[in-house]
Each structure stands twice: as C-alpha cells, then as structure tokens.
C-alpha cells in the first residue's frame, strides 16, 4: 500500500520562482490536505478539500493554490516563491470530513526558497 | 495565537523511564484530542486519541489524561524505550477536521 506519496521529497527554489508539490492517495479518502511544519509552530493547515472540485483555505494560505480535480490528487501550487515559505510540507489524507479519525500523512517535501 | 501550547519543547529520559508531555488548550469548543508521532524524515502518524468525555485512555505503553476543567492533557509513556525517540505533537480540534490545531512538538530522546 502506498498511502499518501508526496513530490518532490526536496526542492530549492529561488524568489519569485512557480512550482507545484504533488500529493496523491490510493486509499479513496475523501478530505486531503496540506500543511507546512515550521521550527517551534507545529503543523499549521494551509488548504483542504472534502471532495473533488472543492477546496477551502485553512489557517494559513497566503501564498499557495490548490485544486482538486480527481480524488486521488491533490497538488499545492506556489505562484511567486518567498524566503518565508521556506519549510517541509505535508499532505495528509482522512476517510470522511469528521473531526474525529485518522490523519493520514506523506513523508513530506522539503523546501527552500533563496 | 497559538491555541494549543504544548511543554516542553525537547525531553530526555533514560530507558525504562516515563516520559511526560503536557499541553493545554483554550477553546472550550474542542471535543477531539489526538497525539501523533514523527520519526525523522517522515511524516506524523497517529499515536493516541481521546475525547473528553473520558478522563484517561491507555493502549498499551501509552496513556493519554484529560483535565477538562483545567484545560490540559498529557501523554505518559511507561517503560520509555530507545525507538521511542520522536517528535511528538499534541492537537485539538472541533467539529471537522480543518479545525484541528497542532501544538509546537516535543522531541524525545531516550538514552540506553
């Protein structure tokens, strides 16, 4: 079982520069997400979706796109690139929208932005 | 602000001791408290979950307590281990998942 596989696992980037990470699930979940992982501020939720065709803004999602096409997948788009986006980036997936349940995580893609 | 504060920030224990990490919350409004660990390189996993209409939870070395009126809870691990070794992070959330608020995250070591 693969689970949630995350692209790419590291990346430099300079300002201004555009990627996407990519994020994709074989476990038919319907709620993914992704969040950056900082020094001393835990997980902060960027965006989320319970469904394809529908995403949301999370806690903080300045800077960062998202879409969500097909369940399976579910990449996050950088559009001009910052030194504060710098940090590792997780894609987590849930069965269902529940408060309650697993979170399901990637290994994470790590990023540094010059 | 940070509506989950979790202490402390790095914790070393020697083996076969207990580890304590504690973390409180503001917003009455959480009715869900998970723990997940991180080993390095990868990506947090589920530990321990709790709601609050329990005071404690225990799966096997792991035990969560809940104080709902002092709006705090702990995970104890019993007989701490050297794979035991992780981040771990405290979270709360209420009524959907994208309410979920993640603590700073404890890195425990443990020594042989």
């Known amino acids: 079982n693969a689970g949630v596989t995350q692209t790419p696992k590291f990346q430099v980037l300079k300002t201004g520069q555009s990627m996407t990470l990519q994020c994709a699930q074989d476990?038919?979940?319907?709620?993914m997400s992704w969040y950056r992982q900082d020094p001393g501020m835990g997980l902060r939720l960027i965006h989320y979706s319970v469904g394809a065709g529908i995403t949301d803004q999370g806690e903080v999602p300045n800077g960062y796109n998202v879409s969500r096409s097909t369940t399976e997948d579910f990449p996050l788009r950088l559009l001009s690139a910052a030194p504060s986006q710098t940090s590792v980036y997780f894609c987590a997936s849930q069965w269902g929208t529940g408060s309650t349940g697993e979170l399901f995580f990637g290994e994470g893609s790590r990023l540094t932005v010059l | 602000q940070q509506q989950v504060k979790q202490s402390p920030q790095s914790l070393i224990v020697q083996k076969g001791g207990i580890s304590i990490i504690n973390c409180a919350y503001e917003?009455?409004?959480?009715?869900?408290f998970p723990w997940y660990q991180q080993f390095p390189g990868k990506g947090p996993a589920l530990l321990i979950a709790?709601?609050?209409?329990?005071s404690e939870k225990k799966e096997g070395r792991f035990t969560i307590s809940f104080n709902k009126s002092a709006k705090q809870f702990s995970l104890h691990i019993m007989d701490s281990q050297p794979g035991d070794s992780a981040t771990y992070f405290c979270?709360?959330?209420?009524?959907?998942?994208?309410?979920?608020?993640f603590g700073a995250g404890t890195r425990l070591t443990v020594k042989p």
């Open positions: 476990m038919n979940h319907e709620y």
């Open positions: 917003n009455t409004a959480f009715d869900y």
């Open positions: 979270a709360a959330s209420k009524a959907r998942r994208d309410d979920m608020r």
């Open positions: 709790i709601r609050p209409d329990v």
